[in-house]
């Protein structure tokens, strides 16, 4: 049987880049509109695996699905991967043709695409479309998806080239990200470990920490406690536990499989310290060949 994968809508990032994850394998993609209905998919049993975007590049950290990941649900992380998030914008051609054929930007009233696509087109935005309507949606797809349901309204999308092939939209400007270096890291979540067919380059695990209160200097202890261990942090991050006001947990990802031996010392001791420790999975990472961006 076919593994099932839940993710966002249809010619979304995600869908490119699980693209990309299974290559060849034989799975079944099951979209969602909005990332909750994806990490629900697992935990109600519709899915097997779910693709989250969890960091990008220009914007950092996707909060909401970081917390999602965090509190909301218990579900291993089983692979980590990073692929370009490559954003055009997208509508009809002849809609917003000029007198000599080339996009006339001016007709555009409205631009929809996910909040964090808007944010990372920025530059062009300024440039070329300072007068448009910024309108958020559920993802890229969905703004595409919207656009092409409202012909002679002026509506374009920041999408991808799968996201506009698959609505019937043409690609107005291409690349219209700020930097070329534009990456998602995402994730797969779900209750079994999954093989990918590509090499793997490492293997991460990600922990959560709860520091004890009234604790000074609780975090430089935990930091040492990986430090003199020479294991690498390749990401420290901050976020509210959403118990009480001023009380935060740390996330973080070591460069090292959960099976190491310096890696259980070092939670050994950091537990012996009074901090609650969770770990959200260990798993393979896979590296993006950058020249096929």
């Keep these: 049987m076919k593994k099932r994968i839940a993710l966002l809508p249809a010619g979304s990032v995600s869908h490119e880049a699980v693209d990309y994850l299974v290559g060849d394998q034989p799975v079944q993609l099951v979209h969602y509109k909005v990332i ?29 699905h970081m917390d999602w990941l965090v509190n909301e649900v218990d579900i291993p992380m089983r692979a980590e991967w990073v692929y370009p998030s490559i954003q055009n914008l997208v509508g009809r051609r002849e809609e917003f043709a000029g007198a000599d054929g080339t996009v006339d930007f001016s007709k555009i009233r409205k631009v929809l695409s996910h909040p964090v696509a808007i944010a990372q087109c ?44 698959r609505y019937g939209l043409d690609i107005l400007a291409e690349k219209v990200t700020d930097h070329d270096n534009n990456y998602t890291r995402f994730v797969l979540i779900g209750p079994e470990p999954f093989a990918s067919s590509k090499p793997s380059e490492h293997r991460k695990t ?13 975090l430089h202890q935990v930091l040492s406690a990986f430090a003199w261990r020479r294991l690498n942090l390749s990401r420290i991050e901050s976020r509210p536990t959403k118990k009480k006001l001023g009380s935060y947990y740390f996330y973080m990802d070591v460069l090292v499989p959960d099976d190491s031996i310096l890696f259980q010392a070092a939670l050994q001791e950091v537990q012996a310290l009074g901090c609650q420790v969770r770990v959200l999975g260990s798993y393979p990472c896979y590296e993006y060949d950058t020249a096929k961006a």
């Design 36 to 64: 909750s209905e994806v990490f629900l998919s697992v935990v109600n049993g519709e899915a097997d695996y779910a693709v989250i975007p969890i960091e990008n590049t220009i914007e950092g950290s996707v909060s909401l």
């Design 122 to 165: 920025r530059t062009f935005i300024s440039e070329r479309l300072p007068h448009a309507e910024l309108e958020n949606a559920s993802s890229t797809a969905e703004g595409a998806a919207q656009a092409a349901a409202h012909p002679g309204s002026g509506w374009a999308a920041f999408s991808t080239r799968l996201g506009a092939e």
């Design 206 to 218: 990600s922990v959560q920490v709860i520091l004890p209160e009234d604790y000074a200097g609780a």
